[in-house]
Antibody, heavy 122, light 107 residues
Framework: QVQLVESGGGVVQPGRSLRLSCAAS????????LHWVRQAPGKGLEWVTL????????YYADSVRGRFTISRDNSKNTLYLEMNSLKPEDTAVYYC???????????????WGQGTLVTVSS | DIQLTQSPSFLSASVGDRVTITCRAS??????LAWYQQKPGKAPKLLIY???TLQSGVPSRFSGSGSGTEFTLTINSLQPEDLATYYC?????????FGGGTKVEIK
């Protein structure tokens, strides 16, 4: 079955960097756009970034543009999120999610991974 | 950027009740709207896409309607397992965004 498994979360000091990974299985990874979505403790969902199926097109939320970079390795079926200059307000559970339909991005998300917690604190 | 406003933010209802959640978009988004259910401690799960299409495997007591700027999620005959927070999401343009969520409690 389709599965997304995030890893790489942890506690990091403000200003430092962290890289998250999302390992995919159960589908043809290179055919689908992928997203990162985050959820601060006790708060709602915030879309963070998208990468197209071929890695060419990327979009970011204003809150992370210039600090976060999304990438993918289609040979390893893995999605990444490089997070630099981290701030306390970046503290959240980070989910990866798959576009529902093959090809062009902009579809609903299905499924989501279980999430990985990032805590930015000194 | 498109903002989504959900109401109410919290509701408490009894088993068997009909529950309606509203999502309003700050500008027209046609039918580019999805609804997700997030149970406590779990990842969100897709319920409805294209405003009114039920995702495979989702119970038929869930339904969605609307287009343009106003959308609704209806749960007919609320069940104990429907305890969750529900989010709408627009897919009209980037940046994507979610509504603030509606927490559903079972009386």
């Amino acid at each position: 079955q389709v599965q997304l498994v995030e890893s790489g979360g942890g506690v990091v000091q403000p200003g430092r960097s962290l890289r998250l990974s999302c390992a995919a299985s159960g589908f043809t990874f290179s055919n689908y756009a992928l997203h990162w979505v985050r959820q601060a403790p006790g708060k709602g969902l915030e879309w963070v970034t998208l990468i197209s199926y071929d890695g060419i097109n990327k979009y970011y939320a204003d809150s992370v543009r210039g600090r976060f970079t999304i990438s993918r390795d289609n040979s390893k079926n893995t999605l990444y999120l490089e997070m630099n200059s981290l701030k306390p307000e970046d503290t959240a559970v980070y989910y990866c999610a798959k576009d529902a339909l093959v090809g062009a991005a902009g579809d609903w998300f299905d499924p989501w991974g279980q999430g990985t917690l990032v805590t930015v604190s000194s | 950027d498109i903002q989504l406003t959900q109401s109410p933010s919290f509701l408490s209802a009894s088993v068997g009740d009909r529950v309606t959640i509203t999502c309003r978009a700050s500008q027209g988004i046609s039918s580019y709207l999805a609804w997700y259910q997030q149970k406590p401690g779990k990842a969100p799960k897709l319920l409805i896409y294209s405003a009114s299409t039920l995702q495979s495997g989702v119970p038929s007591r869930f339904s969605g309607s609307g287009s343009g700027t106003e959308f609704t999620l209806t749960i007919n005959s609320l069940q104990p397992e429907d305890l969750a927070t529900y989010y709408c999401q627009h897919l009209n343009s980037y940046p994507l965004s979610f509504g603030g969520g509606t927490k559903v409690e079972i009386k």
